[in-house]
């Protein structure tokens, strides 16, 4: 046999045990019950894609270019795949693919895969929780998603949260922008970060949100595309902003604005977490694409959309104070030393009854079965006895303060592990 070795997880991603991942299971039930009842339906999709999906989010974006996992498969020629960076390039290739019915109002909890250098908040495997909704350019429907994310926020408990949002244009009026940005870059080119002086051109806009001081002293008086946006797009504008006001959805206007994909149209938007360092801040964001389903080999069909990260959203909720681990668990745990016997009977009536139940095994002592019922965290023990089982009793311990032993007939059981389980609260 070959030497043992030890494996971790890769680097950049990491392990989430219990009661760490509880943290996980709350978010996501959150969010689903929070966007179930606004009409969004589970979608799941593939872990990975044709690496064409995904290169149509942004072939100028970081995302796209340096930090896809890509790979090819074993297939006879062999296909070019890429783990999914994001959640809305695979939304919209399978709404493309099967033509739901109009809107199509899709959420997904699922890992997303970046190469990126992994830091605090950074990581090369995250959990996104987002929204995608297609077939409408309703104004009121940008609400709808910026409203959802705003609630979730609130549901979560977290305080300090604030949006940003922005009109980044359409095909009517980005391209006239595009240039005067273009050429306002060209004439201060010498004064931009190394990576921009040579590559603004690319995507100018990129340039907006680079943090480097030499890029932001040189677009200080840059021109936004807010203040040059179409009729069209300004009606649009309006409305969002006159809708998140009428929700009470607090926001600021940030004209330089910029996300880090591509396929943005119109309304965009970031949620970034006052108690996180700025180089994570961001705990959500997302926008119009009204573009992207075109660019997929669909018919043309506005949508919009927001991902919100897992791990961001717990950093956050960390730094606030907020516990998303607390409760959960068992609520009795049976301890039984005729055997075991009593142990599997009892376990399944307290689960069949709804409560929570678990048990030691392998016929330990009283002593080392006891240690593990504080352990459980359980709010009762259930102790059976040889005494106990020959009167056809078990004694009820309250584990979470001194509280007296209770012993009780067997069939009057679960009626007492009720009451004393709710004392204990
Ligand atoms: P994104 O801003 O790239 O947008 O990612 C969404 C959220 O995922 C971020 O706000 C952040 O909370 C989290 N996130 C991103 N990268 C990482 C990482 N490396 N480690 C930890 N968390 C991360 C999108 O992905 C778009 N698909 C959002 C969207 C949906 N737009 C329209 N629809």
């Not at 939304?91 to 693919?97: D, G, H, K, L, M």
């Not at 069209?232 to 910029?258: I, N």
């Not at 938007?269 to 705990?283: G, P, R, Y």
């Amino acid at each position: 046999m070959s030497e043992p070795v030890t494996f971790s997880a890769p680097k950049g991603t990491f392990d989430v045990l219990a009661p760490a991942s509880r943290g996980y299971e709350r978010l996501i039930a959150t969010f689903a019950a929070l966007v179930e009842a606004a009409g969004y339906g589970l979608v799941l999709s593939p872990m990975f894609e044709d690496i064409g999906v995904f290169q149509r989010v942004g072939e100028s974006t970081d995302v796209v270019r340096k930090e896809m996992y890509d790979f090819h498969d074993k297939g006879d020629p062999p296909r070019h795949l890429a783990l999914r960076p994001e959640g809305t390039a695979s939304v919209v290739r399978a709404f493309v693919e099967h033509r739901p019915p109009l809107p199509f109002k899709a959420w997904y909890a699922a890992p997303s895969f970046r190469y990126e250098a992994p830091q605090a908040g950074r990581y090369r495997q995250h959990h996104q929780l987002g929204v995608e909704a297609l077939g409408t350019g309703d104004p009121d429907l940008d609400v709808e998603v910026i409203g959802l994310l705003a609630r979730f926020f609130q549901a979560v408990g977290l305080r300090q949260v604030e949006c940003r949002i922005t009109s980044l244009g359409d095909a009517t009026c980005r391209p006239a922008y595009r240039a005067e940005l273009e050429a306002f870059l060209a004439a201060r080119a010498d004064r931009l970060c190394d990576e921009h002086r040579t590559r603004y051109a690319d995507n100018p806009l990129r340039v907006l949100d680079c943090k480097k001081p030499a890029c932001v002293a040189a677009t200080a008086d840059a021109p936004h595309q807010v203040e040059r946006l179409c009729e069209p797009c300004r009606h649009h504008y309006q409305r969002v902003k006159d809708g998140l006001v009428a929700g009470s959805v607090t926001f600021t206007e940030d004209p330089r604005l910029v996300r880090g994909l591509d396929y943005y149209t119109r309304t965009t938007f970031e949620f970034a977490a006052a108690a996180l360092s700025i180089a994570h801040d961001a705990v959500g964001g997302g926008g119009r694409y009204d573009g992207l389903a075109e660019a997929l080999g669909g018919p043309p069909t506005p949508g919009i959309g927001f991902g919100c990260g897992i791990e961001r959203v717990l950093l956050a909720c960390a730094a606030e104070g907020v516990d998303l681990t607390a409760g959960g668990g068992v609520v009795a745990f049976v301890v039984d030393t005729t055997g075991g016997e009593q142990a599997r009977d009892l376990t399944r009536e307290l689960r069949d009854a709804g409560i929570p139940a678990d048990r030691a095994w392998d016929q330990r002592s009283f002593k080392a079965q006891f240690k593990a019922a504080n352990r459980s965290g359980a709010r009762v023990a259930v102790i059976v006895g040889s005494d106990e089982a020959a009167r056809g009793v078990v004694a009820v311990k309250p584990l979470r303060h001194d509280g007296e032993q209770v012993e009780v007939a067997r069939d009057q059981l679960i009626e007492l592990v009720r009451k004393m389980a709710d004392d204990a609260d």
